[in-house]
């Protein structure tokens, strides 16, 4: 007989794929569970697309992706779609938890382009991405977050989302940025002091030698209307923060500032369909 008592227990998705570079060959690829790998056909610099084939997640599951770079090597990762956190069956039940680790060895670049995360209500999702990167190597890191969808009516009132951002040169943390929205914050007012009316929102960092030098172009492109912007620069670094009121306009200033951030190279082929 069915024990109301009892919790139910839900089938839980775990996957990890990881893809290595060495140069401009393929030198390691491997795939389990839910997460897979996929190598486009492109000219030029490599594109890895990651994908949850669970379709989102939910508490209890994890999601692991990896990119290594070594010598030499350039690349570009991302996402095949948007990826969605949805409702946990209990508001104090296991996060999902999805770790992104990269690589970049001695003169390698990446860039870590991911489309968006949408945060469902009641989500819970802790999440850390780090990127290492050898002396002389540089990336561009985005990470962009929606709460919701507007166009469906959502709003997001309970959610626990635990962000770690980091990259690390030789070893030494030159960025290092911790978020968390939970529902204590929302309730005591922090989303209207930090967020406003946005319910989209985003960061892009590049990180090299001179990448100062980029916030003069990075600022000319944040031209959207409808998405509040700011770049900075400062040593080795150039960060832009990005609101918006809805994902699609800070979709579009986001691909407005990829061509800028990157010299006018083309987004992945999945940001263009």
Not at 93 to 108: C, F, I, M, P, S
Not at 206 to 235: N, Y
Not at 245 to 263: F, S
Request: charged share 20%.
């Amino acid at each position: 007989m069915f024990d109301s008592a009892r919790p139910p227990r839900f089938q839980r998705s775990h996957g990890q794929a990881s893809v290595a570079f060495a140069g401009a060959r393929l030198t390691g690829l491997a795939q389990r569970g839910s997460a897979k790998a996929l190598l486009p056909h492109v000219r030029g610099v490599p594109e890895v697309v990651f994908l949850n084939t669970s379709g989102g997640l939910t508490a209890g599951d994890t999601l692991h992706y990896g990119l290594d770079l070594s010598g030499g090597a350039r690349g570009v990762a991302t996402t095949q779609a948007a990826e969605r956190a949805y409702r946990a069956y209990r508001a104090e039940g296991e996060a999902a938890r999805v770790t992104v680790a990269h690589r970049v060895g001695q003169g390698g670049w990446l860039d870590w382009l991911p489309q968006e995360t949408i945060l469902f209500d009641r989500a819970r999702l802790h999440r850390e991405t780090t990127v290492d990167l050898a002396e002389d190597a540089g990336c561009l890191l985005l990470e962009a977050v929606v709460l919701g969808r507007a166009a469906m009516g959502e709003t997001v009132q309970e959610l626990h989302f635990s962000d770690m951002r980091r990259i690390n040169r030789a070893g030494k943390p030159v960025f290092l940025e911790p978020l968390l929205l939970n529902s204590n914050i929302i309730a005591k007012g922090a989303r209207g002091a930090l967020l406003g009316p946005a319910r989209a929102f985003a960061t892009l960092v590049l990180c090299a030698r001179g990448a100062e030098d980029a916030v003069g172009p990075a600022r000319a492109a944040l031209t959207v209307p409808g998405v509040q912007a700011a770049a900075s620069g400062f040593d080795g670094k150039c960060v832009v923060r990005l609101l918006a009121e809805d994902g699609w306009p800070l979709r579009k200033q986001i691909l407005q500032l990829m061509g800028a951030l990157r010299r006018g190279a083309p987004p992945p082929r999945v940001w263009q369909t």
